[in-house]
Nanobody, 120 residues
């Protein structure tokens, strides 16, 4: 089973920036889509951004123009550059990846989450 480990969360003032990273490791043949979700207290988990293995991207309307998702396929890592952060971006951010293992089975894996807090 592969693992996803996130890093880069923290506390930042409104208008500031953070860069999240998520590295995959373990029994991996290939990785298809990778993405970021977030969950604020009392709210459902929501999609933030997703990137395909070919580099195609999709963003939630609330983050378009402020967040950029990218990936390094050689390092099996996905990034989320977050600029002009707002208090409403405060949430636990989760990385996810669609992984094909060495047995050619495909499944979705999730990271443990990293807290992002934006103060006003």
């Amino acid at each position: 089973q592969a693992q996803l480990v996130e890093s880069g969360g923290g506390l930042v003032q409104a208008g500031g920036s953070l860069r999240l990273s998520c590295a995959a490791s373990g029994s991996i043949f290939s990785i298809n889509a990778m993405g970021w979700y977030r969950q604020a207290p009392g709210k459902q988990r929501e999609l933030v951004a997703v990137i395909t293995s070919g580099g195609g991207t999709n963003y939630a309307d609330s983050v378009k123009g402020r967040f950029t998702i990218s990936r390094d396929n050689a390092k099996e890592t996905v990034f989320l550059q977050m600029n002009n952060l707002k208090p409403e971006d405060t949430a636990v951010y989760y990385c996810t990846a669609e992984i094909k293992n060495t047995a050619r089975s495909t499944y979705s894996q999730w990271g443990q989450g990293t807290q992002v807090t934006v103060s006003s």
